[in-house]
């Protein structure tokens, strides 16, 4: 799978902006709650959200029948690792996966002494994996940040790597702060100079299309329909490949 020069200068602008707030500031670029801005997190209070997210999700999916093999699964964009490492309780073996190598440093201080887990650096809208290895992709905040032409192909490889029956959960945004589009924000507020992460919205009818395209299975679309403080609306949804 090709990228056209556009994709991999925009993909090159965002692995340089990841890699500066992962320098900088990991947790918060992961989770940025305003008032845990400048290292405000306390790491076993963020490490807990990572917990219970995935305990929720595992709930949520029995709930709605959604059955899957605890065998391999894929942490894309997986950051310091806050949903690795409880995944690494679930599944036999996880891979994280990321732009990022301060985020991965991060995640590889997380993972520590964690046996069943491995980290991955890629910058590429090819995933690094042969087909069908995978039992679970998720990618969680992460489409919402690469630039808007590339989340098919990332939708199409994490099929790719899914073995048959396997399933893929990732979240995107309907709305971002100044409503449709795609906006550049600094990493610092104020500093032209600033490396900038993108931020993303893609409307429900364009995932609808671009999952018909790769025959998957929807097994779940979960519309977020609260306001949100800083105003990006999410959805997640999850699909099967048959
Ligand atoms: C908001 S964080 C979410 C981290 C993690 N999924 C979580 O929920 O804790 C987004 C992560 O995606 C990574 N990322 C952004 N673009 C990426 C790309 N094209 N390929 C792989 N990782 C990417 C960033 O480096 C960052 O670690």
Redesign the pocket.
């Known amino acids: 799978m090709t990228t056209s020069p556009l994709e991999d200068h925009e993909?090159e602008a965002?692995?340089k902006g990841?890699e500066a707030?992962?320098a900088e500031d990991?947790r918060f670029?992961?989770?940025?709650d305003p008032c845990k801005r400048g290292g405000g997190w306390d790491p076993q209070v963020f490490d807990e959200t990572?917990r219970r997210?995935i305990e929720d999700a595992a709930r949520l999916l029995a709930c709605h029948g959604v059955t899957f093999k605890s065998g391999a699964a894929l942490?894309?964009?997986?950051?310091?690792?806050?949903?690795t490492a409880p995944l690494a309780t679930t599944f036999e073996r996880v891979v994280g996966?990321?732009?990022?190598r301060p985020?991965l440093e991060g995640a590889r201080a997380r993972l520590a002494g964690v046996e069943n887990a491995a980290l991955v650096q890629?910058?590429s809208?090819s995933i690094p994996f042969r087909d069908r290895v995978f039992d679970a992709v998720?990618?969680?905040?992460?489409l919402?940040?690469?630039p808007p032409a590339?989340v098919p192909r990332?939708l199409a490889e994490f099929r790719r790597v899914l073995n048959r029956g396997g399933i893929c959960t990732f979240t995107v945004a309907t709305q971002v702060p100044h409503g449709q589009g795609t906006q550049r924000i600094p990493i610092r507020a104020g500093d032209e100079l600033s490396p900038r992460?993108l931020l993303s919205a893609t409307p429900r009818d364009q995932v609808l299309a671009w999952l018909a395209a790769l025959s998957v299975k929807i097994e779940m679309h979960l519309p977020d329909d609260t306001p949100q403080a800083d105003g990006v609306q999410f959805e997640t949804w999850v699909f099967r490949r048959i």
């Open positions: 993909l965002c692995r990841w707030l992962g990991p670029a992961v989770l940025s990572g997210q942490d894309f964009g997986c950051g310091v690792a806050r949903l996966l990321d732009i990022s985020m890629s910058s809208t998720l990618a969680h905040l992460v919402i940040h690469v590339t990332y992460i």
